[in-house]
């Protein structure tokens, strides 16, 4: 029953976006009104690329810690949808974004989100592996003596197809 849900949400949203917007309008003008919701937009974009880019050193922080950085992937996904809900016009929408972007509430989000999600794997590349090595490993990537996160090892070959 989960397509039900998303159809009316698709058609009742706009209905109730733009009855927002016309009863602000009729209060403030509607001038005023379109220049909020520009401003916002605006406004949206800046935090987003702030938060944007403050979400992503997080999460290289973490693989160089060789952690799997579960939650700032989450973040990430949150703060597309409040920059994709901040670039809709109107106000519901727009308070939908900002709280997405906003780092309080947006934790309090992704928190609840996160109960409900659960991630495994091992992180690889830049961070998947530490030191000190077993005997007999190999150098890792960086040149330096490296062993697996977990204790199981899967060996074989690859072939990369570009």
Do not use: Y
């Amino acid at each position: 029953m989960v397509f039900p849900s998303i159809f009316l949400l698709f058609i009742a949203m706009p209905i109730l976006e733009i009855f927002v917007l016309i009863q602000v309008g009729s209060a403030i003008g509607a001038l005023t009104t379109i220049a909020i919701v520009i401003i916002t937009a605006v406004l949206g974009t800046w935090m987003l690329r702030a938060q944007g880019l403050a979400t992503i050193n997080k999460a290289r922080s973490r693989l160089a810690g060789g952690e799997i950085p579960a939650f700032q992937l989450m973040e990430g996904l949150a703060l597309g949808v409040g920059g994709a809900l901040l670039l809709t016009p109107g106000f519901i929408t727009d308070t939908l974004g900002f709280a997405c972007l906003l780092p309080p509430t947006r934790r309090l989000i992704v928190g609840a989100l996160s109960k409900k999600v659960s991630v495994s794997g091992m992180a690889s590349g830049a961070g998947g592996f530490r030191s000190p090595p077993p005997s007999g490993a190999q150098p890792g990537p960086a040149g330096g003596p490296k062993r697996p996160i977990s204790g199981d090892i899967i060996e074989g070959e690859f072939t990369r197809k570009d």
